[in-house]
Nanobody, 124 residues
Framework: QVQLVESGGGWVQAGGSLRLSCVAS????????MAWFRRTPDKERKFVAA????????YYVDSAKGRFTISRDNPRNTLYLQMNSLKPEDTAVYYC?????????????????WGQGTQVTVSS
């Protein structure tokens, strides 16, 4: 059983930056594809970014391309999301997720383990 704990959320003005972290325990971190999703109060969890097991490949939702960077440190069992040029529409609860399916899935159903989420609020 893998436990995921996110941190790094907070309040920031538009144009600012935040770095989210997700620390994993209870499993072999390097065997999992990792991803970030986000959920606004009235919507389902939406895909933000994902990264392959060895960190060599990543994939982003169009709205995150050029602004967000997903990375991982396997020896430290940690996933990151660097978010720059933040916009009010990025306001959401951000979740990290781990899955052992092939490829780099973008659908929540393909991820087996989830963190509790961290709130990101971007003011205009």
């Amino acid at each position: 059983q893998v436990q995921l704990v996110e941190s790094g959320g907070g309040w920031v003005q538009a144009g600012g930056s935040l770095r989210l972290s997700c620390v994993a325990s209870g499993g072999t971190f390097g065997r999992y594809v990792m991803a970030w999703f986000r959920r606004t109060p009235d919507k389902e969890r939406k895909f933000v970014a994902a990264i392959s097991r060895d960190g060599s490949s990543s994939y982003y939702v169009d709205s995150a391309k050029g602004r967000f960077t997903i990375s991982r440190d396997n020896p430290r069992n940690t996933l990151y999301l660097q978010m720059n040029s933040l916009k009010p529409e990025d306001t959401a609860v951000y979740y990290c997720a781990a899955g052992d399916k092939s490829g780099i899935p973008t659908m929540p159903v393909f991820y087996d383990y989830w963190g509790q989420g961290t709130q990101v609020t971007v003011s205009s």
